[in-house]
């Protein structure tokens, strides 16, 4: 699993559109790498690694090995640019990290207990708001995913983001800004079937 997270890069001497489409006929993604005391990188990468990387769920939210020309640099995948029309990643954007220093990343939220919980055994369909949250951690902490337990969530009811269980060290960015933004992420519905039991 180690060498999902590292991604071979070699540096790009040119920046621009047309070095960017000169990169991408090549077979390569063109990238970049900025943030910490370095100024940016502009980078290329093999498009058909990028893709296999990409397959996993865990790149997203993790700390990745860099290597530039032999040289690595830890950061993690702050933007992915996608072809809408074909199987083709157009651009990558590399933010370096600290270790020492909180970062904001996105994590995917895994959602458990979906079937057998309160509302799930009553026949309940859960409607989720969110796949993802913003956290704010160290990258020592930095969660893979965040689990989302509904074993307790009934029909008609609704688990938002202060809702959640976090790993120590780890906050949600959103909530920091006040109780408003206290965003629903999950809410157990009556499905079709349950309702009509209900009724008869």
Known sequence: MSKVFEFVAESRGHSGKSAARRARRAGNVPAVIYGGHSEPQMLVLNHNEVIKHLEHEAVYSHVLDVTIDGKTEQAILKGVQRNPAKVQIQHLDF???????????????????????????????????????????????????????????????????SDIVLPAGVEIVVLAQGPEHNLPVVSMMASKASKDEVVS
């Not at 458990?112 to 949250?133: F, R, Y």
């Open 95 to 161: 933010l370096r990290v600290n270790m020492s220093k909180t970062v904001k990343v996105h994590v995917p939220l895994h959602f458990t207990n979906e079937h057998t919980s309160v509302g799930g055994k009553k026949g309940g369909i859960a409607a989720h708001s969110l796949a993802d949250v913003e956290v704010s951690c160290l990258p020592t902490v930095l969660p893979e995913f965040i689990e989302v337990d509904l074993s307790g969530l009934d029909i008609g009811e609704t688990i938002h983001l």
